[in-house]
């Protein structure tokens, strides 16, 4: 009697939601687990926040739709600050500890390069959709997925359409003294080479700086008609505003990691007209506004409030993710995962281009547009 | 000119911040011998307060001051009562290492009471830009320079004849000596957080008015140190010029030599002033008897 209870005990709890029995780590019958490592602190929480939520956005539809083959999607996430080697512990942590099954979305650039090896190591299915940079995806790895646009093609795509439309004009550029501004600068001095522009004033900032005064006053003295304003956020503003106090108006360029809504409403006025590109779609789209209107039913309304550019990435990143494991069927196993990822084609998500993977080719290189800023309405609107 | 003009004036107005903070340093260093590393931090608290009283209670520029400035000394009582005393007698690094605990606490605390988004203190004021032949600059610049320049003389007048300002002085000279004289140490180190706080208080609100409140702002507290360092530690006025100097050489350095010396510029100064005058240009030599 007391085996046939045992038996009986063992049974149902293995139905419960005990380990699917052909499954990887992560995964019951009723549940998978997903985990991701991203900044929720400090200033870089603005991208962080804003990826969590779109990550949020796709889970919470696919449960809505009845889950994936059956088993809810369940998100864990640790707080890295955007610090490499808190990304590493955290990813370690996530894998060993946790035994997420998967990875929707991981931190920055340069906090996935620092990950590589324990990722990699692992085989867990992994997709970074915050900051695609060359050394997740060349060479490929096996389990890593990158997803949306180099740094480098996206300045080259900026610049070149300044210069067509700017022909002429004397040039000025800023970066960041990091791994993002050498990738802006390497682009940007593929395009000077390519059409011979005239560069006349180049700078370098350390990161965190908030005072460009001097900067700008050189800028000015330099003539320089248009300027690519190499920040993220706060640099970006602290540079048009003063611009705006120096009384100069040359063209400006931001690139997407700065292409934040907000960040019009604080330079002001100054903003108005200023060139971006961006993979994903601006929220003024058509397609964009219809995905304001799926988060909206999706997310919390502290959540909702997060969204930036980033959430579209996140969302797009996560779609990749629960297609696959959707394909895999119920033997749900990170080596079917990896497979149906790479088998990935032409995935709509509505918010960037379809996206594609094949054999060694890990990075969907998504389709980039140039927009420009409209302080009036404090959007972006794609540029014909 | 109009270069160096507009490169002297701005080095001024980021100076003038430096500076402020850099009082708030040696305030507390002055009546307690300790360097606060969480001056930035309440910096930022503060500005963050004022933008929060700007967005729910009322944009009346005297009302968010006011209010910030009231929320300051409460921050500063508090670090002082529940932080700072109970780690009185203890060694002094362990006390700074407390600042720096304090420093991180605060600078996380703003992902959980706000978010990491930028935002604009918008208090109607400070903003404009008045510009003189072909120099321009905001009234918030204008107003942060002529505000360091009365806390100098401030100062200088409270420590000079006030009563308070004398036992804080003497506090700052010999605590023991103090306390046998009747004055109250404790309380006296209160005043000294509490007036540190809204110094550091008053400059967060320039800076964010001038640029925004962000969960970097914190940063300005790095950038004031060497400005407080340069001053003298122990000398509240030395270091508000300190700040100026200090801004003033960042934007130099930056205008003429290129932006990678701004960065360095300030630490490059302490190395040279540190040399020839090892407590700062203002500060008193420290003698010991043996």
């Known amino acids: 009697m007391l085996r046939t209870l045992i038996a009986a005990g063992l049974a149902a709890a293995a139905f419960a939601g005990g380990p699917a029995a052909a499954a990887d780590q992560g995964v019951t019958d009723t549940e998978i687990l997903l985990g991701s490592v991203i900044p929720l602190t400090g200033p870089p929480a603005l991208l962080g926040v804003a990826h969590t939520t779109g990550v949020k956005v796709a889970i919470a539809e696919a449960n809505a739709a009845g889950g994936v083959n059956g088993r809810k999607i369940r998100l864990i996430m640790d707080d890295d600050g955007y610090i490499g080697a808190r990304t590493i512990q955290a990813t370690r942590k996530l894998i060993d500890v946790d035994k997420v099954f998967a990875i929707p979305g991981q931190s920055g650039s340069g906090q996935v390069l620092a990950a590589m090896p324990v990722l990699d190591k692992s085989g867990i299915p992994t997709i970074a959709s915050v900051g695609p940079v060359k050394g997740m995806y060349e060479p490929p790895h096996k389990n890593i997925f990158a997803v949306g646009s180099s740094y ?10 300044l210069a067509e439309k700017n022909p002429g004009k004397t040039w000025g550029l800023i970066t960041q003294d990091d791994d993002y501004g050498v990738a802006v600068r390497d682009g940007f001095d593929d395009v000077v080479k390519e059409k011979k522009l005239n560069v006349v004033y180049s700078a370098s900032y350390k990161r965190g700086q908030q005072d460009f ?14 300027f690519l304003a190499g920040g993220i956020i706060s640099e970006n503003v602290a540079m048009v505003k003063e611009l705006e106090k120096l009384a100069i108006k040359p063209v ?10 907000a960040v019009l409403k604080l330079m002001g006025p100054a903003s108005d007209g200023i060139y971006a590109v961006d993979y994903v779609e601006p929220f003024a789209s058509p397609a964009g506004q219809a995905f304001l209107e799926k988060a909206k039913g999706l997310v919390s309304e502290a959540e909702f409030k997060s969204i930036n ?53 890990r990075f969907t290189n998504s389709k980039l547009q140039v927009m420009q800023a409209d302080f009036a309405t404090l959007s972006y609107k794609p540029v014909k | 000119m109009r270069f160096l003009a507009e490169i002297l004036l701005s080095g001024l107005a980021i100076g003038a911040i430096y500076g402020i903070i850099a009082i708030g340093f040696a305030v507390i260093y002055k009546t307690t011998g300790l360097v606060n590393f969480a001056q930035g931090e309440i910096a930022m608290i503060v ?63 703003i992902n959980f009471i706000w978010d990491a988004y930028p935002q604009a203190l918008n208090l109607g004021v400070g903003r404009d830009i008045v510009r003189v032949g072909a120099v321009g600059m905001r009234t918030g610049q204008i107003a942060v320079i002529v505000m360091l320049l009365a806390l100098l003389a401030g100062f200088w007048l409270f420590f000079r004849y006030s009563r308070y300002g004398i036992a804080m002085r003497a506090v700052a000279g010999d605590d023991r000596t103090a306390l046998l004289m009747g004055i109250s140490t404790g309380r006296v180190h209160a005043v000294a957080w509490a007036a540190s706080a809204a110094i550091s208080g008053i400059a967060g609100i320039f800076f964010a008015i001038t640029y925004d409140v962000s969960p970097a702002m914190y940063e300005i507290g790095l950038k004031s140190f060497p400005a407080t360092i340069l001053g003298g530690l122990d000398a509240v006025i030395g270091s508000g010029f300190g700040g100026l100097l200090i801004g003033v050489a960042e934007n130099l350095a930056g205008g003429y030599l290129g932006s990678g010396t701004k960065e360095i510029a300030g630490f490059a100064m302490i190395i040279v002033i540190l040399m020839v005058r090892p407590f700062g240009l203002f500060g008193q030599r420290d003698i010991e008897r043996v």
């Open chain 1, 152 to 161: 480098e093609e996206g300045i080259r795509v900026l610049v070149r359409f």
């Open chain 1, 213 to 226: 005064s001097s900067e700008m006053a050189r800028l000015k003295d330099a003539g320089v008609e248009v």
């Open chain 1, 252 to 261: 400006v360029g931001i690139f997407w990691p700065g292409r934040v809504e």
């Open chain 1, 309 to 361: 550019r980033y959430t579209m990435a996140g969302y797009a990143g996560a779609r990749v993710l629960i297609a696959a494991m959707t394909r895999c069927g119920r033997d749900l196993t990170w080596a079917c995962t990896n497979r149906e990822i790479e088998a990935t084609k032409d995935l709509e998500t509505g918010v960037m281009a379809p996206m594609s993977f094949g054999p060694n080719v």
């Open chain 2, 47 to 109: 500005a963050y307060i004022a933008w929060t009283i700007s967005t729910t209670l009322s944009g009346n520029v005297f009302v968010v001051t006011g209010g910030a400035l009231v929320a300051a000394v409460l921050l500063g009582l508090v670090i002082e009562r529940v932080v700072m005393r109970p780690m009185l007698g203890e060694p002094v690094f362990s006390t700074v290492m407390v600042t720096i605990a304090l420093a991180v606490i605060l600078r996380s605390s």
